[in-house]
T-cell receptor, first 116, second 114 residues
Framework: SQTIHQWPATLVQPVGSPLSLECTVE??????LYWYRQAAGRGLQLLFY??????ISSEVPQNLSASRPQDRQFILSSKKLLLSDSGFYLC???????????????FGAGTRLSVL | GENVEQHPSTLSVQEGDSAVIKCTYS??????FPWYKQELGKGPQLIID?????GEKKDQRIAVTLNKTAKHFSLHITETQPEDSAVYFC?????????????FGAGTRLAVHP
């Protein structure tokens, strides 16, 4: 079965420090991968998606970047964190085959980031 | 751009009552409508979904209805239990450049009181 892992679960970082959040998927190949941000009490905002190694698309301009060095690894980064980067970050994956299953997105447990 | 509106933002019911959450979407090309349940401090979990070629789908105490003409869909939970308490998100999807983009509603915080 497929599983998705995100770490760390919580992170407290000072303003101006770098960030690296990692997400890995097991049990599937060639997944589409996604990074979302969820502000407190709000919905999910898509930040980045990737359809393959090295292929990253950004949905909104921001202080963050994403990379996909391996097929099932997705990394969210920042060189210098801002206060406004605080939030709950979620990684998700979906199948990239031609079946109907490709519509379904599965989420990780999330990382709660506090920038102080 | 694409938009999904979700109502109500909060919902409080007594155990055993029914709960209904409604969503409307703007993109007529949307063809897939999932519902997610998010418990405190966890990632959203898919609980039920419906595709545009179906008007209704049921899974035990949970059902979803879709009205394509009006561009709205609803989640119905019957015989609510305290463990149903969570935040529920609707979403609408449309294929875009080879991947499925999900536009989420703002969420409904459901509280089921014993």
């Amino acid at each position: 079965s497929q599983t998705i892992h995100q770490w760390p679960a919580t992170l407290v970082q000072p303003v101006g420090s770098p960030l690296s959040l990692e997400c890995t998927v097991e049990g599937t190949s060639n997944p589409n991968l996604y990074w979302y941000r969820q502000a407190a009490g709000r919905g999910l905002q898509l930040l980045f998606y990737s359809v393959g190694i090295g292929q990253i698309s950004s949905e909104v301009p921001q202080n963050l970047s994403a990379s996909r060095p391996q097929d099932r690894q997705f990394i969210l980064s920042s060189k210098k964190l801002l206060l406004s980067d605080s939030g709950f970050y979620l990684c998700a994956w979906s199948a990239r085959d031609r079946s109907l299953a490709k519509n379904i997105q599965y989420f990780g447990a999330g990382t709660r980031l506090s920038v102080l | 751009g694409e938009n999904v509106e979700q109502h109500p933002s909060t919902l409080s019911v007594q155990e055993g009552d029914s709960a209904v959450i409604k969503c409307t979407y703007s993109d007529s090309a949307s063809n897939y409508f999932p519902w997610y349940k998010q418990e405190l401090g966890k990632g959203p979990q898919l609980i039920i979904d419906i595709r545009s070629n179906v008007g209704e789908k049921k899974d035990q105490r949970i059902a979803v209805t879709l009205n394509k003409t009006a561009k709205h869909f609803s989640l119905h939970i019957t015989e609510t239990q305290p463990e149903d308490s969570a935040v529920y998100f609707c979403a609408a999807s449309a294929l875009s450049g080879g991947y499925n983009k999900l536009i989420f509603g703002a969420g409904t915080r459901l509280a089921v009181h014993p």
